[in-house]
Structures are given as structure tokens and as C-alpha cells.
């Protein structure tokens, strides 16, 4: 049963626009989500993350929107550049523990020049 | 910044061989896991450590198994390999602290022929 789930295997976007990534998760006992972005032939990077207490977090480009009654979260990156062209995961975890991360099957990217 | 560091980029084995997968970090960090990313699956955790000598079981274990008899060093064990273990591995770290992230290493692309 899949409890973090990326709908969308691929979407592509032009250079400056906005991208949204979009995330669903089923466990109602996940209160920490993060955010990582993988390039080919590298591990995954963190990016950005979201407790359950706050609806929204921003860093630089990159902004997470939580909607907890929805059980949904949306990676919003603005505006989008060709660098950003990578896999980005989704992962949930239940009090913050990175031992009960669980990822989504990821989303790429494609922001075309 | 955290450096995990994967052994082999790369790796041909035969089917029935044993397979050793080694990960070194040099953060100091509590917890190590041991993921693998196949396409359309997302990240699957095989087995995490949360202290020298100790290992708990992920999601998919069956037929892999872990060393850890340093901090700072984690090994998968594929005891006889097969080719469904053809995957991509990738080692991560991460601290005690409360919703620390995951820090991955670059990966192991292993190829079981």
C-alpha cells in the first residue's frame, strides 16, 4: 500500500515559469514531509521540509504548501530554471524520524530553455 | 558539509557471487540506511542502523544483509547475488537530532549478469 504518492512521473515546464510538483499521502500520522531532488548518477539532496504545525515554507525559489485536511503537499519552484531538470522525491515521516521515511516514487522534471 | 562516500560507482557481478556494498561517512552521524531506487519504484529502504552493531529490517530485507562495526562505516551484503538485485544503492546518514534530513551518497549502480 503505497502511503506517499506522486501522481505525476514527468512534467515539463519553460524557463521561468512556475513548476508545481504535487504530493498525496494516505497515513494521518505523518506530521514531518521533505522534499528531495536527485540528477542522474548522484544520491538524492535535500531541499526543503514542513512540520505538520505549519501550512507553508519557503527558501529562496523554492516554496512547500502543506494542506494537512487534504492529505496533500505541493512543491511550488518559481521561477523555474534549466538546472532545475531532476527527479524530485516526496517523503513523509511520523514524528520527524528519518529511520520511517517513506518516498514517493518522484516526479521529473524538465524545464525547458 | 556531510560527505557519504560509496566505494564503487559501478559494479558487474555474476549471479551467485557475493556482493559487498561499502558506505563511509564522516559526520559523525547516529543512523545509516541502506535504499535502493529502481524506476517506477521510488526509494525502497532494505535496512537501517541506528548504532554500532545495531540493524533493523526495512521494507524489502529478503536477501541482504548489513555490517556495522564502525560509526562511521555501514556495508550491504548481497550473500548470493541474483538478477533482480540489479538496482541502483544508495547508502544515506543522518544525525540523531529531531527531523534531521537524510544525506545520501552518490550511489552503486549494480549490474548481476
Known amino acids: 500500500d503505497q502511503q506517499v504518492k506522486q501522481n505525476s512521473p514527468s512534467l515539463s515546464v519553460q524557463e521561468g515559469r512556475i513548476s508545481i510538483l504535487n504530493c498525496d499521502y494516505t497515513n494521518s500520522m505523518f506530521d514531518y514531509f521533505l522534499w528531495y531532488k536527485k540528477y542522474p548518477a548522484e544520491g538524492p539532496t535535500f531541499l526543503i521540509s514542513i512540520s505538520s504545525i505549519k501550512d507553508k515554507n519557503e527558501d529562496g525559489r523554492f516554496t512547500v504548501f502543506l494542506n494537512k485536511s487534504a492529505k496533500h503537499l505541493s512543491l511550488h519552484i518559481v521561477p523555474s530554471q534549466p538546472g532545475d531538470s531532476a527527479v524530485y522525491f516526496c517523503?513523509?515521516?511520523?514524528?520527524?524520524?528519518?529511520?520511517?521515511?517513506?518516498f514517493g516514487k518522484g516526479t521529473k522534471l524538465t524545464v525547458n530553455p | 558539509d556531510v560527505k557519504v562516500t560509496q566505494s564503487s560507482r559501478y559494479l558487474v557481478k555474476r549471479t551467485g557471487e557475493k556482493v559487498f556494498l561499502e558506505c563511509v561517512q564522516d559526520?559523525?552521524?547516529?543512523?545509516m540506511f541502506w535504499y535502493r531506487q529502481d524506476p517506477g519504484l521510488g526509494l525502497r529502504l532494505i535496512y537501517f542502523?541506528?548504532?554500532?552493531?545495531?540493524?533493523e529490517k526495512g521494507d524489502i530485507p529478503e536477501g541482504y544483509s548489513v555490517s556495522r562495526e564502525k560509526k562511521e562505516r555501514f556495508s550491504l551484503i548481497l550473500e548470493s547475488a541474483s538478477t533482480n538485485q540489479t538496482s541502483m544503492y544508495l547508502c544515506?546518514?543522518?544525525?540523531?537530532?529531531?527531523?534531521?534530513?537524510?544525506?545520501f551518497g552518490n550511489g552503486t549502480r549494480l549490474t548481476v549478469t
Open positions: 559526520m559523525d552521524h547516529e543512523n
Open positions: 517523503a513523509a515521516s511520523v514524528q520527524g524520524g528519518s529511520e520511517k521515511l517513506v
Open positions: 542502523s541506528y548504532d554500532v552493531k545495531m540493524k
Open positions: 544515506a546518514s543522518s544525525s540523531n537530532r529531531d527531523s534531521a534530513p537524510l544525506h
